[in-house]
Every structure is written in structure tokens, then in C-alpha cells.
């Protein structure tokens, strides 16, 4: 007999996103457990690369470094500064 299959209290806790702002942000490491205010790194993406393209077509070259330099173009990840480990990421 294997038809007792809970129909409701089998949701299982997905990883949660982490809330986590473009600033730096008090976080409790989950890697190493220590409270800490994570690093932000800013990386480029998706969106970065066609600003990028869209800007170098409409206007100038020079303009296609503008997304790379402008954070708010870019996915901002925050990293834990005791044990280096990727925490999350805020996409604007
Ligand atoms: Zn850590």
C-alpha cells in the first residue's frame, strides 16, 4: 500500500533568494556562520552586454564602457569577506 502520499505538508524549503540590496548588506554567513557585512562585486550580464551593444550602435563607441562602469547596469554580488563564499545577488 503506497497511496499514503501527504497531499500538503510535503513542501519542501526551497533555498531562499536572498534579500539582498545593491549595498552592502549584515548577513549571517550560511558557509561559515559568522555575522558579517557582505562585499559587493559588481559583474556584468546579460542586460550589461546589450546596453553595451545598444550604445555602441546608437551613439559612439566610446559610450559602450558606460554599463561596465554604471553599477546600476550590472548584477551586483555579494560575497561573505571571512570565508569568500557567494552569498547572492541583486540584478537591477
Ligand atoms: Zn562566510
Redesign the pocket.
Known sequence: MLSKVCSKSSVTMAPQPLALGPDPAPFT??????K?TTTVKAAANTKTHILALILCKCLCIPCLCIPYCCHSCQTLQHY??????Y?GAYVN
Open positions: 554567513c550560511p558557509h561559515c556562520d559568522a558579517v561573505c569577506p571571512n570565508c569568500k563564499a552569498l
